[in-house]
């Protein structure tokens, strides 16, 4: 229910009023507030505010007028009504027209009739209309209650809440994740997903609607593919956003019209009552999140004393350790280079990659459930450690195909990211698990530093790299290789002839010139003379099978650090 500006004119005490602009908006125009106000204006009258005056400070000064109520006009009133008879007798062109200009509502009344008296009645139709709305907004706001203290699910809460407010609203958690996913598709999920990761929702910044009422500055504005989104702050008791309510207003709906006093009393009764609900989850499931992890975690450490300690651990947190896993191990290569590019709609590092990490675990969850596989997984020391179901003790397939799944759904979801991989082997037992997860770490290390970041390395694969690291742990033959190798890097360092990757690519192609000169982009000449210039820098031959298996065994090594062991 509102208050017009037609309401006001059917006033017995104005039925005298003679309306001189404006005509025909009548309904259009809404009354939150009345004044009496002279000059100056300042910033003292309100939006959809009633002004009265005697124009008494304009001298007679067409300028001066004009100048009023071009101030009145700016500030977005809804009418202005002059007392006609004592210091104004006659409302100059001038002013007419900068009315009429901007279709602003310019009223004559009789000097007679008391401002008072005006403001009297105004007032208590607004107090009436308040009070009915304020009244209505708190039998909401008990029937909240009640659906708290029923244990609605959020779902019936959200359905209620879109009822009252004839909008349709969405409820995330404090990252933006939506958390009642029943009544929006899946395009749809994903499109608002998308604004996540691009920082464009929630509103960081602190852009409020510009209102004298407090409610409606905890309201934030923001307009995506030519929808206007209504933002409101979920808050914790110390103050903090724990959620936010998205209020997506109808087509050709403005904010103005929507922010009606019972909207905002309904809101605010809703944001209440969410962060109720919110604080409710959020402990459950930081509780759960918690233990998971820890569970993961130690299953992974071998912490466990024995396999009955472990399985009822399981049991408690839903897990099956009856059933056959195997680790992966996932490092996220570029977060930080991420951030930096968009750290200007983000408080800080840790808060996106909360955000980051959530959406990354979310997507191996759905993963996992498409292939129907079990999966146990935690974020700890920058990288993601997972317990994989696999279909059978011997085959590491079901790996292969996740990860593919995992990556395509990344891919559409997060192109810019860039993850490394490790996958372990089954092991036997429960303390399979901490063996599998340590065989993943090292399968992850070796691919890192054998094909680069945001690759993909299993154990099983890893048999000659392993030899040559344990190799290289011995010191003669660390002295070896560096002596070997030490003429070519220094080379290298000083040339742009990269002759350790020369030597690769002919041992490659078995010590065909041809092919390698091609694989390189070298004419044949320039490939020979690095070829002598490696034996003249080693002392070796490279039509020696003794001194090519030296010189590549030491390459190897070397690429993968001669002198760490990888665990």
């Known amino acids: 229910m509102i208050l017009t500006l037609e309401d006001i004119l059917h006033y017995e005490n104005l ?7 404006g005509n025909n908006v009548e309904k259009e125009r809404n009354i939150q507030w009345i004044s009496v106000i002279e000059m100056p204006v300042e ?45 104004i007798f006659d409302i100059p062109r001038e002013v007419i027209e900068l009315a009429e ?21 105004v007032m208590k139709d607004i107090n009436d209309i308040q009070y009915k709305e304020r009244q209505k907004s708190e039998e909401v706001q008990q029937e909240l209650l009640k659906l708290i203290l029923q244990d609605k699910d959020l779902n019936h809460i959200s359905k209620f809440i879109q009822r009252h407010i004839n909008c349709t609203i969405i409820i995330t958690d404090r990252l ?41 500055q905890k309201f934030q504005m923001v307009e995506i593919d030519g929808k206007c989104i209504l933002q409101l702050p979920v808050l914790q008791v110390l103050g903090d956003a724990q959620g936010y309510i998205f209020v997506m207003l109808p087509p050709n709906t403005s904010v103005d019209s929507y922010l009606t006093q019972y909207h905002v009393n309904v809101l605010e009764h809703a944001a209440t009552t969410i962060a109720l609900w919110l604080s409710r989850k959020n402990a459950i499931e930081a509780t759960k999140i918690s233990l998971r992890s820890d569970f993961v975690q130690e299953l992974a450490k071998g912490e466990f004393a024995s396999y009955d300690q472990a399985n009822s651990r399981a049991k408690l947190l839903g ?46 969850f759905y993963a996992s459930q498409s292939i129907k596989r079990e999966v146990m997984i935690t974020y700890q020391g920058e ?30 979801l997060l192109p810019e990211v860039i993850i490394s991989w490790g996958v372990g082997c089954y092991c036997e037992d429960f303390e ?21 970041i945001g690759h993909r ?9 392993r030899v040559l690291l344990n190799l290289a742990q011995n010191n003669e033959m660390k002295e070896v290789i560096m002596s070997t190798l030490e003429p070519l890097v220094q080379y290298d360092g000083q040339s742009n002839m990269d002759l350790i990757s020369t030597f690769s690519a002919y041992n490659q192609y078995h010590g065909n010139v041809s092919q390698t000169a091609r694989s390189l982009n070298l004419h044949r000449q320039s490939l020979l003379y690095r070829l002598r210039k490696i034996e003249s820098l080693t002392g070796l031959s490279l039509i020696d099978p003794d001194d090519l298996f030296l010189l590549d065994l030491s390459i190897k090594t070397w690429k993968m650090g001669v002198s760490e062991k990888i665990t």
């Open 15 to 21: 039925k005298n009023a003679r309306i001189i602009t």
């Open 43 to 87: 910033n003292f009258v309100r939006k959809n505010e009633v002004v009265l005056t005697t124009a008494i400070g304009c001298n007679n000064d067409v300028e001066t007028f004009v100048t009023f109520v071009q101030d009145i006009i700016d500030s977005e009133a809804t009418a202005l009504m002059i007392a006609m008879g004592r210091h």
């Open 176 to 216: 933006g994740s939506i958390q009642e996913k029943n009544g929006h598709t899946q395009a749809f999920i994903k499109k608002w997903e998308t604004y996540v990761l691009k920082g464009i929702l929630p509103l960081r910044k602190e852009t409020t609607l510009v209102s004298h009422d407090p409610m409606i």
């Open 457 to 465: 390395m299993m154990y099983e694969n890893t048999r000659v790299d």
């Open 383 to 412: 990288q993601l450690l997972i317990f994989l179901e696999v279909p059978s003790k011997t085959e590491n397939e079901g790996a292969t195909n996740f990860l593919d799944l995992v990556e395509r759904r990344l891919g559409n």
């Open 101 to 121: 200009k901007h279709n602003f509502k310019i009223i004559e009344i009789p000097w007679e009739i008391r401002f008072s008296s005006i403001v009297e009645e």
């Open 319 to 364: 897990y099956n350790l009856k059933r056959p896993y195997i680790s992966i191990v996932g490092f996220p290569e570029n977060l930080q280079l991420l951030f930096e590019k968009r750290k200007k709609d983000y408080d800080s590092f840790v808060h996106w990659l909360e955000s980051m990490i959530h959406y990354i675990e979310e997507e191996i």
């Open 432 to 452: 399979g698990f901490a063996e599998s997860y340590q065989n993943a770490n090292v399968a992850l290390n070796i691919g890192r530093r054998k094909k680069g």
